[in-house]
Structure formats: structure tokens, C-alpha cells
């Protein structure tokens, strides 16, 4: 069973520019985030999408420095680079996670694998009902189903989005193209923001680190952002901003 992780960066970002070079304890984002995916037991192999924008180099060095290989794509066709990336190792399902979670959870992505293979899904992810912390989303899908994604999908939210053309056509969504299980949290944790946005966020996850190190699992971060409640200032930025401005553009266009 070959499972392959794939993390999209790029230097752009129209909120916090460069923010994947930022420093978060004694790494960067993006260096903190590429060692916490490493140490997912269940996946054989992790790799950069990056774009070929002006900057990039410095995020060629750092996965390069950990040993962890790059792909090159397009900028704005996000689907196009990924399925690009993913088809140079022909993996038996593909793990969709963003370098702007830098805390994600090595536990958890072995945890939404095991249950993708045992369901024998062509999708699984615990971003459905969103009940866990954002910054800890995780997508596990077959590379069949991101090959028919990237071959039919026509939406301009669809091609900058990886996985909506595959949850839009899903059956939970009344389809049948895809199957798909959900992968819950025994409570709510929506409003917890472990992801880095804004720059209240980047000072949110610097702050936890500070506080607890790099290495605790998303479940201890999280009771510890609960127990301190009166630091949560990054609580009211909306999740998902970035596709919500995508079916935005679709209906204009």
C-alpha cells in the first residue's frame, strides 16, 4: 500500500506574505510542519507542492534540507499541481494537508488513513462536520478519485481547491462519483484556530509552542488554548475564507 503525503506551499499569500518562513519556536512553519508530518507511521513518502513564484527557493531548501522531495506547478490551478505532484509516484491513496497548519498531528493523519483504508472509501476526512481544531484538517483520498477530479473538474473553485470537486460530488452531498466517511472528535473543538491566516494566528501558534513545545498532539494544544481562554484572539477570523472567495468568483464569472 503505497500512501503518499502531499503539502501544498507557496510564498504568496494576499493576508501574511511569506508566512511559511516565519519562525515559530526555534523552525519555521513550514520546517515544523514538514517534521511533524514525517513522523506519520502510515505514510510512505511526503512532498511539497510548490509553485514556481519568485522566493520559492527558500521553501526548496528547507524540504530539501530534511530530505523530503519538491514538486513544481502552477500557481493558481491548485488541482493541476497536486495531481501533478501526486502522479509521479502513482499512490494508492493521496493525503491532502496545507503548510499553513504548522501543529498538524502526526497521530491524527495515521488515524484518518487507517479509516480510509478500512472503509474503502475513495474520500475520507474529518473536515466534514468540522468539529475539530482548524489547522488540524486532514483528506485522505484515493489517487483514482484525484485523477477523475483532476480530469473533470471545470470550476475555478474546483482547480484552486484540491478536494472540492471530489466532496461536491459525493455521496453525502446526493452523488454517487465518490464514496466518503467522516471522521469525528468526541466534542466540539470548531472554534479553536491552530492555522495561520493572520498574524494573530502566527502569534497564537508561537504562543502554544512557547508554552507546551513543538511536539504535543492537537489534543493537548487545544485544552491548553481552553484553559487559557483570555489569549484566544484569533477566535473570529472565519474558516475557509479562501473558498468562500472562490464561489464567489464562480458566480461572477
Known amino acids: 500500500m503505497k500512501i503518499l503525503i502531499i503539502t501544498q506551499a507557496r510564498i504568496g ?9 516565519m519562525d515559530i519556536g526555534n523552525d519555521t ?9 514525517s513522523k506519520s507511521k502510515n505514510a510512505n513518502k511526503v ?20 530530505n523530503i522531495d519538491v514538486f513544481q506547478g502552477s500557481t493558481n490551478d491548485v488541482l493541476d499541481r497536486f ?63 484525484l485523477q477523475k477530479a483532476w480530469s473533470n ?39 479553536l484556530r491552530m492555522t495561520v491566516d493572520e498574524l494573530e494566528d502566527l502569534e497564537m501558534v508561537q504562543w502554544l509552542v512557547s508554552e507546551l513545545g513543538p511536539q504535543k498532539n492537537w489534543l493537548e494544544y487545544a485544552n491548553h488554548m481552553l484553559n487559557n481562554k483570555r489569549f484566544l484572539k484569533n477566535s473570529k477570523i472565519k474558516r475557509n475564507e479562501g473558498y468562500f472567495k472562490s464561489l464567489e468568483q464562480d458566480k461572477n464569472e
Open 13 to 21: 499569500s494576499s493576508r501574511l506574505p511569506n508566512k511559511v518562513l
Open 29 to 37: 512553519m513550514l520546517g515544523l510542519h514538514l517534521k511533524r508530518l
Open 47 to 66: 512532498v511539497v507542492a510548490t509553485t514556481k513564484e519568485e522566493g520559492v527557493r527558500k521553501i526548496i531548501e528547507i524540504a530539501k534540507k530534511l
Open 83 to 145: 495531481y501533478k505532484a501526486a502522479s509521479q509516484y502513482r499512490p494508492d491513496y493521496v493525503v491532502r494537508v496545507t503548510s499553513d497548519c504548522p501543529l498538524i498531528d502526526p497521530e491524527l493523519i495515521d488515524e484518518v488513513i487507517n479509516t480510509a483504508i478500512s472503509k474503502q472509501v475513495d474520500y475520507c476526512s474529518n473536515i466534514i462536520t468540522e468539529d475539530f481544531p482548524d489547522g488540524q484538517d486532514i483528506e485522505v483520498f484515493k489517487f483514482e478519485a
Open 153 to 191: 473538474a471545470v470550476l475555478k473553485s474546483d482547480r484552486e481547491h484540491v478536494t472540492s470537486f471530489i466532496r461536491n460530488n459525493s455521496e453525502n452531498k446526493g452523488n454517487r462519483m465518490f464514496s466518503t466517511f467522516d471522521v469525528t472528535s468526541l466534542k466540539n473543538y470548531n472554534h
